[in-house]
C-alpha cells in the first residue's frame, strides 16, 4: 500500500513570511495529491489539489507543485496570515487516501 | 443545506460496550469512509464503501465493523475488541474514490 511521509511535523513562521511543506509518497501508481487544513477542534477541509498530469497549480497564495519522478510534492503558502495558523495534512491516492502525519504551522504576528 | 454530519459530538462509554457513531450525508456521494485520528498521527483509515451493500476494511479495521444499507448513511460500531478506542472519529464522502472527500464534523469518543 500506499505510504506519505510529510515534513516537518511542525513550522513556526513570521506573519508575511512563506511556508513550505513537503510530502513523498511510495507508490508511482497513485496519481491524486490533495492538501487539507484542520484548524483546531474542527473538521479537515481541501484547500488545494493536484493530479499526476499537472506539475504545478496555484489558488492565490497557495502553491502546489508535484514531482512524479522522485515521488515528492510540496504545499507553498506565501505571505503568511494568522488565519493560515492550522494542521496540513498532504495525501496521495492510488485506490484509496493515505494521509501524512500532517504539519502543525503557526504563523506568529 | 447539503453536507456531512455525524452525531453525536462527544460520546462517553465505558470498557467493555458497543458504541455506534452516525454518518449521514446528503451529497450523492458514492463513497463514504471513516478514519480515526489521534494526536500526531494524522488520519488513518479504518473502512471504506465504494457503493450501497459493499464495504472494504481499511489500515486499522480490527476491533470495528460497519454497514452501508443507505447510500446516504455508513454507521460505525466501536466493539469491545477495539483495544484502545478512545479517539477522534471522521466520517467522509466523495463522489469516486479518487475525488475530493468530504469531513464530518467528528465524533470524539471516550472510553473509561
Known amino acids: 500500500g500506499e505510504n506519505v511521509e510529510q515534513h516537518p511535523s511542525t513550522l513556526s513562521v513570521q506573519e508575511g513570511d512563506s511556508a513550505v511543506i513537503k510530502c513523498t509518497y511510495s507508490?508511482?501508481?497513485?496519481?491524486?495529491f490533495p492538501w487539507y487544513k484542520q484548524e483546531l477542534g474542527k473538521r479537515p477541509q481541501l484547500i488545494i489539489d493536484?493530479?499526476?498530469?499537472?506539475g504545478e497549480k496555484k489558488d492565490q497564495r497557495i502553491a502546489v507543485t508535484l514531482n512524479k519522478t522522485a515521488k515528492h510534492f510540496s504545499l507553498h503558502i506565501t505571505e503568511t496570515q494568522p488565519e493560515d495558523s492550522a494542521v496540513y495534512f498532504c495525501?496521495?491516492?492510488?485506490?484509496?487516501?493515505?494521509f501524512g502525519a500532517g504539519t502543525t504551522v503557526t504563523v506568529r504576528a | 443545506d447539503g453536507g456531512i454530519t455525524q452525531s453525536p459530538k462527544y460520546l462517553f462509554r465505558k470498557e467493555g460496550q458497543n458504541v455506534t457513531l452516525s454518518c449521514e450525508q446528503n451529497?450523492?456521494?458514492?463513497?463514504m469512509y471513516w478514519y480515526r485520528q489521534d494526536p500526531g498521527q494524522g488520519l488513518r483509515l479504518i473502512y471504506y464503501s465504494q457503493i450501497v451493500n459493499d464495504f472494504q476494511k481499511g489500515d486499522i479495521a480490527e476491533g470495528y465493523s460497519v454497514s452501508r444499507e443507505k447510500k446516504e448513511s455508513f454507521p460505525l460500531t466501536v466493539t469491545s475488541a477495539q483495544k484502545n478506542p478512545t479517539a477522534f472519529y471522521l466520517c467522509?464522502?466523495?463522489?469516486?474514490?479518487?475525488?475530493?472527500?468530504?469531513f464530518g464534523p467528528g465524533t470524539r469518543l471516550t472510553v473509561t
Open positions: 495525501a496521495a491516492d492510488d485506490y484509496k487516501l493515505s
Open positions: 493536484i493530479r499526476s498530469n499537472v
Open positions: 451529497l450523492n456521494h458514492d463513497a
Open positions: 507508490d508511482s501508481a497513485s496519481n491524486y
Open positions: 467522509a464522502s466523495s463522489m469516486g474514490l479518487a475525488d475530493e472527500q468530504y
